[in-house]
Each structure stands twice: as C-alpha cells, then as structure tokens.
C-alpha cells in the first residue's frame, strides 16, 4: 500500500527553500556594523535571523512528513 503526500509538504519544501537562500545571502548582516538599510540595524537583523529561522524550521518539518509518510518496504 502506498502513502500519498500532499502537494502542500512539497510547496512548503520550495518556500522553506526560497526562504533559506533569501535569509543565508544576507546572513552578512549579523555580523557586519554597516548595513544596506535606512531602517534601524536591530529591525534589519531580526528580519534576517527570523527569515532563517523560518526557512530552516519549515524545511526540517517538511523533510520530517516526507520521512514519515514513505510507506516500508514490503517484505518477502
């Protein structure tokens, strides 16, 4: 018997993706006093930090449905 995953994990999987390549390409700003921004720096890396947060935590839910819902090998 085989178990059917649903779309929604998949597109969560591309936006967890999306959000990690967007968060790690300014994961800079951590670190760095001058920042690409005219809002206040704590704002800038808070969105950063949380945007990373996000990306890997929904990445790490979706690859944890994606293990769970494969269906075991049928024994011989």
């Not at 990373?52 to 024994?75: E, I, N």
């Amino acid at each position: 018997m085989r178990v059917r995953t649903s779309s929604a994990v998949y597109a969560a999987g591309i936006a967890a993706w999306l959000l990690l390549v967007q968060g790690l390409s300014d994961l800079d700003v951590l670190w760095t006093s001058q920042l690409p921004s005219a809002g206040p720096d704590w704002l800038t890396r808070l969105v950063v930090t949380v945007t990373v947060g996000l990306g890997a935590g929904v990445a790490g839910g979706c690859l944890r449905v994606l293990t769970r819902s494969r269906a075991p090998a049928p024994a011989l």
